[in-house]
């Protein structure tokens, strides 16, 4: 017998490739020296943010100026955020965001010093009024997007400024109106927690925001509203839910930024202010909660002076440049600004995103965060 031959391999099996098997990858894990080095960079972290203001396992001790400056910068973060959910989230923009944390600030300290309340009375009351005057001002300019509607905002700002703040029975007139501390946290370094924890809650509230059926559609809606429009989302109450969170979130920061002043006066809320937050917030990165957070507490730091001084730079500011250390944040702002615009569309927030994934547990890459589109374009004129 003779054997079976086989036939020659015609040229399309030649070049047949077998199908390949798709292997899962396996979910990174670090190693425990990576847990390990997580874990000091977090307890590091901490210990910056809760030990060393309160001057607790600290090497240095810092003055009451200090922490008084710690506490503002804790209190611009919550403005931030207030800001980002009106402009990262809705894609309107605010210029007059002044009047929403003075309207905040002149009602809890009325709610203190004239009606006799406690301070964590009055600062619910000033957040309800914030989102009052925010839901008003919503109502009267849901037409209106893009430059109009931050026209709007901004001529608000500029009535609240000459008008509101002018009335002497809520603000104090020229004079102020004194806003005591609540009972048990007087000093700067008490307060400062105070600032902290309502940080931390305006954070979880925000988070849930993003979270739930309203946040989703926000987002929907700044993509394109007609498109969210043809989903069936309602583009004008969802509208009006973000200027109200916003303007809530603002009133809470206000009534903070108050108690934290303990006097209180008109000329505080200025447009420079708004200016000034609005910044903070583009600079931090639009739609990116700890970016927005660390922008503001850098805008913060550098409006204060304190950067300057820590820096040792005062003597060249003040004296070669002849500028005031109290208005760097204005004069170095606006050239951050055209550099988020331009280089670094995601802000801050981009710069710490590889940081952030690492600290959470994932791999380092450098490339996480990366925003090619420019965020502010995403404001609809």
């Given at each position: 017998?003779?054997?079976?031959?086989?036939?020659?391999?015609?040229?399309?099996?030649?070049?047949?490739?077998?199908?390949?098997v798709?292997?899962?990858?396996?979910?990174?894990?670090?190693r425990?020296?990576?847990?390990?080095?997580r874990g000091?960079?977090?307890?590091?972290?901490?210990?910056?943010?809760?030990?060393?203001?309160?001057n607790?396992?600290?090497?240095?001790?810092?003055?009451?100026?200090?922490?008084?400056?710690?506490?503002?910068?804790?209190?611009?973060?919550?403005?931030?955020?207030?800001?980002?959910?009106?402009?990262?989230?809705?894609?309107?923009?605010?210029?007059?965001?002044?009047?929403?944390?003075?309207?905040?600030?002149f009602?809890?300290?009325?709610?203190?010093?004239?009606?006799g309340?406690?301070?964590?009375?009055?600062?619910?009351?000033?957040?309800?009024?914030?989102?009052?005057?925010a839901?008003?001002?919503?109502?009267?300019?849901?037409?209106?997007?893009?430059?109009?509607?931050?026209?709007?905002?901004?001529?608000?700002?500029?009535?609240?400024?000459e008008?509101?703040?002018?009335?002497?029975?809520?603000?104090?007139?020229?004079?102020?109106?004194?806003?005591?501390?609540?009972?048990?946290?007087?000093?700067?370094?008490?307060?400062?927690?105070v600032?902290?924890?309502?940080?931390?809650?305006?954070?979880?509230?925000?988070?849930?925001?993003?979270?739930?059926?309203?946040?989703r559609?926000?987002?929907?809606?700044?993509?394109?509203?007609?498109?969210?429009?043809?989903?069936?989302?309602?583009?004008?109450?969802?509208?009006?839910?973000?200027?109200?969170?916003?303007?809530?979130f603002?009133?809470?920061?206000?009534?903070?930024?108050?108690?934290?002043?303990?006097?209180?006066?008109?000329?505080?809320?200025?447009?420079?202010?708004?200016?000034?937050?609005?910044?903070?917030?583009?600079?931090?990165?639009?739609?990116?909660?700890?970016?927005?957070?660390?922008?503001?507490?850098?805008?913060?730091l550098?409006?204060?002076?304190?950067?300057?001084?820590?820096?040792?730079?005062?003597?060249?500011v003040?004296?070669?440049?002849?500028?005031p250390?109290?208005f760097?944040?204005?004069?170095?702002?606006?050239?951050?600004?055209?550099?988020?615009?331009?280089?670094?569309?995601?802000?801050?927030?981009?710069?710490?995103?590889?940081?952030?994934?690492?600290?959470?547990?994932?791999?380092?890459?450098?490339?996480?965060?990366?925003v090619?589109?420019?965020?502010?374009?995403?404001?609809?004129?």
């Open positions: 017998m003779t054997a079976t031959q086989t036939p020659p391999e015609t040229p399309a099996e030649k070049t047949a490739v077998l199908p390949t798709s292997v899962e990858e396996k979910p990174f894990r670090p425990a020296s990576g847990v390990l080095g000091v960079v977090w307890a590091a972290v901490a210990w910056l943010v809760l030990a060393v203001p309160g607790h396992l600290s090497p240095f001790d810092l003055g009451v100026s200090d922490v008084g400056v710690l506490s503002t910068a804790a209190i611009f973060a919550i403005i931030g955020l207030s800001l980002n959910v009106l402009i990262g989230y809705a894609g309107q923009i605010s210029l007059g965001h002044q009047a929403f944390v003075g309207i905040g600030a009602t809890s300290a009325f709610v203190v010093t004239d009606l309340m406690e301070f964590w009375l009055a600062v619910p009351v000033a957040a309800f009024m914030g989102g009052v005057q839901a008003v001002l919503g109502a009267i300019s849901l037409r209106l997007s893009g430059l109009y509607f931050a026209l709007v905002t901004l001529a608000y700002g500029m009535f609240a400024e008008s509101l703040f002018g009335i002497a029975a809520l603000t104090g007139g020229e004079g102020g109106k004194a806003a005591p501390r609540p009972i048990g946290f007087e000093t700067d370094y008490q307060y400062y927690y600032c902290l924890a309502f940080l931390a809650l305006v954070w979880w509230l925000d988070l849930r925001l993003t979270r739930t059926k309203g946040g559609a926000l987002q929907a809606l700044r993509e394109n509203p007609r498109v969210a429009s043809s989903y069936g989302i309602n583009v004008k109450a969802y509208t009006m839910l973000a200027f109200v969170v916003s303007g809530v603002a009133a809470i920061g206000g009534s903070l930024l108050a108690h934290h002043d303990e006097v209180i006066v008109p000329s505080s809320f200025d447009f420079e202010l708004a200016l000034l937050f609005v910044l903070m917030t583009v600079v931090g990165g639009l739609r990116n909660r700890l970016g927005v957070v660390l922008g503001s507490v850098f805008f913060a550098l409006g204060s002076g304190f950067l300057v001084e820590v820096l040792h730079l005062t003597g060249f003040e004296g070669v440049i002849g500028l250390k109290e760097v944040a204005l004069v170095i702002g606006p050239i951050l600004l055209l550099l988020t615009i331009t280089r670094f569309p995601g802000g801050i927030g981009q710069q710490v995103a590889p940081i952030r994934g690492w600290m959470l547990g994932g791999r380092f890459d450098r490339h996480a965060g990366a090619k589109e420019i965020e502010v374009n995403d404001v609809r004129a």
